[in-house]
């Protein structure tokens, strides 16, 4: 099965693959390496979704704000594929940054969101290394962001 079909079988619905707000790139292709720049929880009404996770936002909401941010990678990588996800041949890395109180020590299954949603679209290619990082704020105050590394055919 391609990964467009697989989409298509969980019943996901990919957001727009937004520009960058910023002096930078949405996404760099250097050799057959894809480099896709940090995307920020936002929700499927095009909502930030903002807070401090342990305060403001449970786990478990953490949890879907990240799967959000994986949906937003995986429609920047289909967006610099130019709409054929069957470029893709893995998933090298994705590093994710959580919005946490000092005491929160869940970022490994926040980022479990964008890491699940990946491997559930692009099986095997889709396992990865990551980083989870705690952060004390984010770009406009959002909960969640990761970028992601992925290898092309």
Same mark, same amino acid.
């Given at each position: 099965m391609n990964f467009d079909?697989?989409?298509?079988?969980?019943?996901?619905?990919?957001?727009?693959a937004k520009a960058p707000v910023?002096?930078?790139?949405?996404?760099?292709?250097?050799?057959?390496?894809l480099y896709v720049s940090g995307q920020i929880s936002i929700n499927s009404n095009g909502e930030? $979704? &903002?807070?401090?996770i342990?305060?403001?936002? @449970?786990? +478990?909401?953490?949890?879907?704000?990240?799967?959000?941010?994986?949906l937003s990678i995986v429609a920047?990588?289909?967006?610099?594929?130019?709409g054929d996800l069957s470029k893709v041949k893995s998933c $090298? &890395?994705?590093?994710?940054?959580?919005?946490? @109180?000092? +005491?929160f020590?869940?970022?490994?299954?926040?980022?479990n969101g964008a890491s699940d949603l990946i491997a559930s679209i692009f099986g095997e290619a889709g396992?990865?290394?990551?980083a989870a990082v705690s952060t004390n704020s984010l770009p406009l105050g959002v909960s969640v962001e990761v970028d992601a590394i992925f290898e092309l055919n």
């Open positions: 079909d697989k989409i298509k079988e969980l019943k996901i619905e990919l957001p727009e910023g002096s930078y790139v949405a996404t760099k292709i250097s050799g057959k390496l930030l $979704i &903002k807070g401090k342990g305060k403001d936002l @449970t786990t +478990d909401d953490a949890y879907k704000a990240a799967e959000r941010c994986g920047q990588v289909k967006n610099a594929c130019d $090298i &890395k994705l590093t994710g940054f959580v919005n946490s @109180t000092e +005491d020590t869940e970022q490994p299954k926040v980022i396992m990865h290394t990551r």
